[in-house]
């Protein structure tokens, strides 16, 4: 990509007031106001040829931005907590319990972040909804067992004085979900993820209230406009925190504490200028429903002045259409019928293989393509079905497996869609974003597994309209290098057969693989910026959609799944909602 082209997007980057940092959901206009300028500014005539060449020269130099952002949430979103100051200077702290000793707001304060965590027991019990607590995490861990109706004594046990004692960390593994489910207890974690904001802020909310040194280091964060980041060791996968990368100097996680704590920051100043009162706490012992509707509404709150995080992201997996290998597949179950009915068959070095390698899609495959493309463009806005086509319309981001089955059917079922369900000149560079993302790849067990390097996929014919589709996959094929599909080589096919046994994938590599490319998933939602719903489809294989879904998808069926993350955040499932219903 050439000197110019990087040039021409620092400038279109500091009109629009961003900086290099940006998120795939930046990349579409601005790829094409990097273009726009450069045809204006070429000494040549603009024929298609000229046109094209710019369009891949400035979604290249767009895509290596938004590549250095990627999984990161960038620090300028986080500062976005103060509010009206969004846009002043900050600095970061990060802070946990067992932080470095410093009066870091030079406020003589040694344990300035310290007493920010959780975890930090004040010298006077915290009263909290009216009970009495030793630190924020006991609460917190409490709220479990309210929400689920737990006996009194097991709610009373995370109080002064009870059976859970003063210790925040036993606090936490009283609240985890080992010690959960030995007490009986299943804990439905949807209404969980969405009230736990809730709980949070009101835990700190009246902390700030009864804790005086933990209001005056607070109000000290917004005088000195310090942005907090709350450190966890999970990084990315983290929801309450996360940390920096050592690689790339940025930040990964969704540090939704310290968000709460910025917001709380602001409103403590205030109370320690005297241009605020300190909000009442409960001294009444407030009962299980009032505490699960304050919650709630607290929850809602939070949700409308942070941002939706909590919103459920809108995702829709597709299995490719039909490929070659899938119909030669067919056609020889089709004059051996009895291997229909003998499973154990496909377990044996004896089962059929029509050595296609990295097959592309058969002509019934295009044709499904075709067909999923023009009913969503042409449904009827007055129909049933309209929901669902608006949803794929609608999609603004697209991950794909790296084979050439799952990349003709990006670019064929993709094919002149609209962004966000407006009527636009069809150009690429406004398209969905596509990334490639090798984890997503069929299990290893056959010839069609085995995949290619990316300069040898972009001479490929088929790959064309994916190409034209989405200006991001070329430089990305670049850059595909040898067996991204694993150590499996042809040469390990016996003459008609599937792979032996001995050089298929393992189950346990497909596992650990599927898991790796849910991460990845999450990790492209949640570091979004924030929109109310971030849309993304997902283009891979049956295999690998059964691992996740424990279902067998049809080709070319786009399903609708939920995201869902465990008690503490640290793994991730997908749960089906349903196949899309676009011939309502």
Same mark, same amino acid.
């Given at each position: 990509?050439?000197?110019?082209?990087?040039?021409?997007?620092?400038?279109?980057?500091?009109?629009?007031?961003?900086?290099?940092?940006?998120?795939?959901?930046?990349?579409?206009?601005?790829?094409?106001?990097?273009?726009?300028?450069?045809?204006?500014?070429?000494?040549? *005539?603009?024929?298609?040829?000229? #046109?094209?060449?710019?369009?891949?020269?400035?979604?290249?130099?767009?895509?290596?931005?938004?590549?250095?952002?990627?999984?990161?949430?960038?620090?300028?979103?986080?500062?976005?907590?103060?509010?009206?100051?969004?846009?002043?200077?900050?600095?970061?702290?990060?802070?946990?319990?067992?932080?470095?000793?410093?009066?870091?707001?030079?406020?003589?304060?040694?344990?300035?972040?310290?007493?920010?965590?959780?975890?930090?027991?004040?010298?006077?019990?915290?009263?909290?909804?009216?009970?009495?607590?030793?630190?924020?995490?006991?609460?917190?861990?409490?709220?479990?067992?309210? @929400?689920?109706?737990?006996?009194?004594?097991?709610?009373?046990?995370?109080?002064?004085?009870?059976?859970?004692?003063?210790?925040?960390?036993?606090?936490?593994?009283?609240?985890?979900?080992?010690?959960?489910?030995?007490?009986?207890?299943? !804990?439905?974690?949807?209404?969980?993820?969405?009230?736990?904001?809730?709980?949070?802020?009101?835990?700190?909310?009246?902390?700030?209230?009864?804790?005086?040194?933990?209001?005056?280091?607070?109000?000290?964060? +917004?005088?000195?406009?310090?942005?907090?980041?709350?450190?966890?060791?999970?990084? =990315? #996968?983290?929801?309450?925190?996360?940390?920096?990368? #050592?690689?790339?100097?940025?930040?990964?996680?969704? $540090?939704?504490?310290?968000?709460?704590?910025?917001?709380?920051?602001?409103?403590?100043?205030?109370?320690?200028?005297? =241009?605020?009162?300190?909000?009442?706490?409960?001294?009444?012992?407030?009962?299980?429903?009032?505490?699960?509707?304050?919650?709630?509404?607290?929850?809602?709150?939070?949700?409308?002045?942070?941002?939706?995080?909590?919103?459920?992201?809108?995702?829709?997996?597709?299995?490719?259409?039909?490929?070659?290998?899938?119909?030669?597949?067919?056609?020889?179950?089709?004059?051996?019928?009895?291997?229909?009915?003998?499973?154990?068959?496909?377990?044996?070095?004896?089962?059929?293989? *029509?050595?296609?390698?990295?097959?592309?899609?058969?002509?019934?495959?295009?044709?499904?393509?075709?067909?999923?493309?023009?009913?969503?463009?042409?449904?009827?806005?007055?129909?049933?079905?309209?929901?669902?086509?608006?949803? @794929?319309?609608?999609?603004?981001?697209?991950?794909?497996?790296?084979?050439?089955?799952?990349?003709?059917?990006?670019?064929?079922?993709?094919?002149?869609?609209?962004?966000?369900?407006?009527?636009?000149?069809?150009?690429?560079?406004?398209?969905?974003?596509?990334?490639?993302?090798?984890? !997503?790849?069929?299990?290893?067990?056959?010839?069609?597994?085995?995949?290619?390097?990316?300069?040898?996929? @972009?001479?490929?014919?088929?790959?064309?309209? =994916?190409?034209?589709?989405?200006?991001?996959?070329?430089?990305?094929? #670049?850059?595909?290098?040898?067996?991204?599909?694993?150590?499996?080589?042809?040469?390990?096919?016996?003459?008609?057969?599937?792979?032996?046994?001995?050089?298929?994938?393992? $189950?346990?590599?497909?596992?650990?693989?599927?898991?790796?490319?849910?991460?990845?998933?999450? +990790?492209?939602?949640?570091?979004?910026?924030?929109?109310?719903?971030?849309?993304?489809?997902?283009?891979?294989?049956?295999? %690998?959609?059964?691992?996740?879904?424990?279902?067998?998808?049809?080709?070319?069926?786009?399903?609708?799944?939920? @995201?869902?993350?465990?008690? %503490?955040?640290?793994?991730?499932?997908?749960?089906?909602?349903?196949?899309?219903?676009?011939?309502?």
């Amino acid at each position: 990509m050439s000197a110019v082209a990087r040039a021409v997007l620092r400038d279109v980057l500091t009109e629009r007031g961003k900086s290099l940092h940006l998120s795939s959901s930046d990349s579409s206009a601005i790829a094409g106001e990097v273009t726009r300028r450069l045809l204006a500014a070429a000494e040549s *005539p603009i024929d298609p040829a000229l #046109k094209a060449a710019t369009q891949r020269e400035a979604a290249d130099v767009v895509l290596v931005a938004v590549r250095d952002s990627l999984r990161a949430v960038g620090q300028s979103q986080r500062a976005q907590s103060w509010g009206d100051g969004a846009n002043a200077q900050y600095r970061a702290l990060q802070f946990q319990l067992r932080s470095k000793l410093g009066d870091h707001l030079s406020i003589g304060i040694p344990e300035t972040a310290r007493i920010l965590s959780n975890m930090w027991v004040p010298t006077e019990p915290l009263r909290l909804d009216g009970r009495l607590f030793r630190s924020v995490e006991h609460y917190f861990q409490r709220a479990k067992y309210v @929400l689920v109706g737990a006996p009194a004594e097991e709610v009373a046990a995370f109080e002064v004085g009870g059976a859970v004692g003063d210790d925040p960390k036993k606090a936490r593994v009283a609240g985890g979900r080992k010690a959960f489910e030995a007490a009986g207890h299943v !804990l439905d974690l949807e209404t969980w993820d969405n009230l736990s904001d809730g709980v949070m802020r009101s835990a700190l909310g009246q902390r700030m209230g009864c804790d005086p040194v933990f209001r005056r280091v607070l109000a000290e964060v +917004a005088r000195q406009r310090v942005l907090l980041q709350h450190f966890e060791r999970s990084g =990315a #996968k983290s929801y309450w925190g996360g940390c920096v990368s #050592k690689a790339s100097g940025q930040w990964h996680g969704g $540090n939704r504490l310290g968000e709460i704590l910025c917001q709380l920051a602001g409103e403590c100043a205030r109370i320690e200028d005297g =241009a605020a009162e300190i909000l009442a706490v409960p001294i009444r012992v407030l009962s299980r429903e009032e505490q699960l509707a304050r919650w709630r509404h607290v929850a809602a709150d939070l949700t409308g002045k942070l941002g939706g995080d909590r919103e459920r992201p809108r995702i829709v997996i597709i299995r490719h259409a039909e490929s070659a290998f899938n119909q030669a597949e067919e056609a020889f179950l089709d004059t051996h019928p009895e291997l229909r009915e003998t499973p154990e068959h496909w377990d044996t070095d004896e089962v059929y293989d *029509p050595h296609l390698w990295d097959a592309p899609l058969s002509v019934k495959g295009r044709e499904q393509c075709r067909q999923l493309n023009e009913t969503v463009q042409h449904v009827d806005s007055a129909s049933s079905a309209s929901v669902a086509a608006n949803l @794929l319309k609608s999609c603004d981001l697209v991950l794909c497996s790296p084979y050439l089955r799952t990349l003709q059917t990006a670019g064929l079922c993709f094919e002149g869609w609209p962004i966000d369900g407006l009527d636009r000149d069809r150009d690429a560079a406004e398209m969905p974003g596509l990334l490639l993302v090798p984890e !997503l790849g069929e299990h290893v067990t056959s010839s069609c597994d085995i995949g290619r390097i990316g300069l040898d996929v @972009l001479a490929d014919a088929e790959v064309q309209p =994916a190409l034209q589709t989405f200006p991001s996959l070329a430089p990305q094929l #670049k850059s595909l290098g040898e067996g991204w599909w694993g150590a499996t080589r042809r040469d390990h096919f016996p003459p008609g057969f599937h792979l032996s046994r001995a050089h298929r994938e393992t $189950n346990a590599s497909l596992r650990k693989r599927c898991s790796s490319a849910l991460d990845i998933l999450a +990790a492209e939602i949640e570091t979004a910026p924030r929109k109310k719903c971030r849309i993304v489809a997902v283009i891979g294989h049956s295999s %690998h959609f059964h691992e996740w879904t424990g279902e067998w998808l049809d080709n070319c069926s786009p399903t609708e799944v939920e @995201l869902h993350r465990s008690v %503490h955040h640290d793994q991730y499932t997908l749960r089906i909602i349903g196949p899309l219903a676009l011939n309502g």
